[in-house]
């Protein structure tokens, strides 16, 4: 942790003379200047706008008005010269009218006349004409027209005199607008913008890490209240930064010893877990040892029965034959019926010896094989069927005398080239499994082992049983190490944990688990035809 605050960065550059009086776009006298200008600006342009269309409106009405009621004024005026044929009389009566600048043309035409009566006309200005209106009205005298009177009068001069108002009015509240923004400038320039930049100076230099400098701002507005409060908050990083310099003083001590309690709280636990990495090992070696031996005492079960039929038989023959010597030593007649006896129990003794010892032979053999595969590991080809009949030789003897049976559906000439003992240790230990755990409390139930091609590189080997199942905290559990649901009971809780790590890591393959509460469960399996080659010295259940 650093003893010191980091230190001030480089200096801004100088600020634009309009950018120190607050001009920026970003700035608070912007804004204030654009609301003013759009504030009364835009009102006032669209008042300006409407009152020239009513103005001109308006105006235009009232043309009309003063039209016909001037046109009518003038042929009752104009009927007494026309019908005395003197223009001299009714020039002043005219001139009277048109001294009036609104007034544009007047002409008097009398119906026989070539020449008009009377004309005045005033020339016109661009864009006049739209402003001006004429009415053509008869001169009559005693109920008979004499002459015609067509008046114009236009609108341009009242509309002047009214544009020449309005740019008064214009310029009235442009100088008002540049006053009081001028007058509203130098305030908040006093009392917002100056106390606003000390304000900022302040901050930045406790940006900077400048703490030594006190902040002071004048006034008691909510300005100078967050002033006082950024000095108060300078004031406790002053005190922050002095405990830690103070607490920076004791770290590297504090560092030091915790580092050596770690030191030593680490060589703890790697300690204990290599001891607990070696229980594992030996676990999963015991693991192992057990599912052999279960084999051991289920083959050992199955040959004492053909081996007790043998012994039998050679007792019996054993009897025979003592009693064919005492007839032969003539302490006993001996009869040819006698002898046809012996010879047919001989023979269906060595018959029944024969079949006995073959079943014998053939357990010892499969146990051998399966035995050594467990035992020594290799990989070799072999028929998956016939490795899963094998095991099943060594399996069925715990299900002999259950209500519980082995179905099978296997598809043969399956070749792999794999590992067969740890191929048979997963099955086996599936089977017991389902033996101990899925039909436990089941009055009666089946196990069926399947496997069948899915391509032309992959095998199907399932076991399904219609045993108890299982519950979804189980089955999401099933393979984690030393989890049983028959705690302190014998179990161990490798089994399965051996399964996944065999099928996954050994076989190269994957395990799927479905199970549903009250009906059975399925451990299906994808196997390669031909496993991934492993690290030398690696074990089918150390994992």
């Not at 026309?82 to 119906?111: G, I, N």
């Amino acid at each position: 942790m650093p003893q010191r605050p980091a230190p001030p960065p480089p200096a801004a550059p100088p600020r634009a003379p309009l950018q120190a009086f607050g001009w920026q776009r970003n700035s608070l006298t912007f804004a204030v200047v654009l609301a003013l200008l759009l504030g009364l600006l835009l009102p006032t342009t669209a008042v300006l706008l409407y009152d020239g269309q009513k103005t001109r409106a308006t105006a235009m009405e009232d043309l009309r008005r003063d039209l016909a009621r001037t046109t009518e004024v003038m042929s009752l005026s104009l009927a007494e010269p026309v019908w005395q044929v003197s223009p001299d009389l009714a020039e002043p009566m005219v001139k009277a009218q048109v001294d009036d600048p609104r007034f544009v043309a007047v002409k008097v035409v009398e119906p026989a006349a070539s020449a008009p009566f009377l004309s005045f006309e005033r020339k016109q200005e661009a864009g006049e004409a739209a402003l001006t209106l004429s009415q053509t009205r008869p001169i009559q005298r005693d109920g008979r027209e004499i002459a015609q009177l067509t008046v114009s009068m236009s609108a341009a001069p009242l509309l002047q005199a009214k544009q020449a108002e309005v740019w008064r009015t214009v310029w009235r509240s442009g100088l008002t607008l540049t006053l009081s923004l001028v007058l509203m400038l130098w305030v908040l320039q006093r009392y917002v913008l100056r106390p606003m930049t000390e304000l900022t100076g302040a901050a930045e230099a406790l940006a900077a890490g400048r703490l030594e400098q006190p902040l002071r701002v004048g006034g008691a507005d909510e300005i100078a209240r967050v002033g006082v409060a950024m000095e108060r908050m300078r004031q406790a990083l002053l005190s922050a930064f002095e405990a830690l310099r103070q607490h920076n003083l004791n770290l590297e001590e504090t560092v030091t010893q915790r580092t050596a309690e770690l030191t030593a709280s680490n060589a703890e636990l790697s300690e204990a877990l290599e001891t607990l990495q070696k229980a594992q090992r030996e676990l999963v070696e015991s693991e192992k040892l057990a599912s052999l031996g279960r084999l051991v005492a289920g083959v050992a079960h199955e040959l004492n029965t053909p081996l007790g039929n043998a012994l039998t038989v050679v007792s019996a023959l054993e009897d025979r034959y003592k009693q064919l010597e005492g007839m032969l030593a003539g302490s006993v007649q001996l009869r040819r019926s006698t002898l046809e006896e012996l010879a047919r129990d001989t023979r269906r003794g060595q018959d029944i010896l024969q079949r006995n010892v073959q079943k014998a032979a053939d357990l010892v053999r499969d146990f051998k094989q399966v035995a050594i595969d467990q035992t020594a590991d290799l990989r070799r080809d072999f028929d998956l069927a016939k490795v899963i009949e094998d095991v099943l030789v060594m399996v069925e003897p715990s299900f002999k005398h259950t209500p519980y049976a082995i179905d099978t559906e296997l598809s043969h000439g399956l070749i792999m080239n794999s590992y067969p003992g740890a191929l048979g240790q997963v099955l086996t230990n599936l089977l017991m499994n389902a033996l101990l755990h899925g039909f436990d409390g089941v009055p009666q139930g089946h196990v069926k082992v399947h496997c069948a091609r899915l391509s032309d590189d992959e095998v199907e080997l399932s076991v399904t049983d219609d045993g108890r199942g299982m519950d979804e905290s189980v089955r999401r559990r099933i393979f984690d190490p030393f989890f049983t649901t028959k705690l302190g009971t014998g179990g161990s809780g490798l089994g399965m944990h051996i399964v996944h790590s065999i099928v996954t890591n050994v076989l190269g393959g994957q395990i799927e688990v479905r199970s549903t509460p009250g009906q059975g469960t399925q451990m299906l399996m994808r196997l390669p035809l031909v496993a991934p080659q492993r690290a030398a010295g690696e074990g089918s259940g150390a994992h």
